[in-house]
């Protein structure tokens, strides 16, 4: 497994955030260097993109690519701001060989982290950043998936922010945000609504990273069967990020 993580920029600080909260730009780079660290105790390849000042969100570089199988979407993120993360990731899908790269043009819009793989579907949340196009456009590039839409309650930001793959055909799924049905031919392992944040894990194998400060969460992994790592990711969550939002994975299999 492949994962291209991009670095946090100086302008950080200047994320888009509902949070309000003031970041602190080295503390991210500090919990971005343990999710890195985290990321290789994992097995994972990590290869590292050059962060870009004029782009303070472009560490949340899952939200530029949705790669399947050997397929790649390059998105068009929701957010005029973050038109340009683009750029980097194509340069970066194209380089690594063996994929075949696709585009999305404008008016579409969607963001990787409204995008979720379990098994043979690819959920795709309907979103403030995400519109129709977008999903019509997902679903032409990875046309081998079924693609779902989940309409997505106003105050989610991505459908990963409250649902994330646990491989095979299991999620992680917190209570009192989606319906359950959506997830019919899953199993679910559950998230307390009061820790609904920490609904977004990378889960590799038996093994997941998961935020640090969420023991019910935490507990409901272990009982799954998984290993886990838990990581601070305080300053990501000022600005809405959590931990699928930092790579790209691309399964080399
Ligand atoms: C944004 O609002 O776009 C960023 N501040 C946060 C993006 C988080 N990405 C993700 O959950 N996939």
Redesign the pocket.
Known sequence: MIAFVRDVPDSFDQ???TTGQAIDVAAARRQHAGYVQALSWLGVEVRRLKADAALP?CC?V??TAVVAGRRALVTR?G?VS?LDEIDETRRALVGLGGLDVHMTEPPATI???DCMRVGRWIYVGRSA?TNELGVARLAAVHHGYEVVPVDLPADV??L??VVSPLGGARVLLARDTLDPKLFAGCEIVWVPTAESYAA?VVALGGAAICASGFPRTQAALVEAGFRVTPIDTSEFRK????L??LSILVDEG
Do not use: I, M, Q, V
Request: include cysteine; charged fraction near 30%.
């Open positions: 994320a888009l955030s969100d949340f899952e939200d993120p957010a973050r963001d990787g982290g950043r930001l991505h990963k922010c977004n600005a809405d990020g959590a699928t939002c």
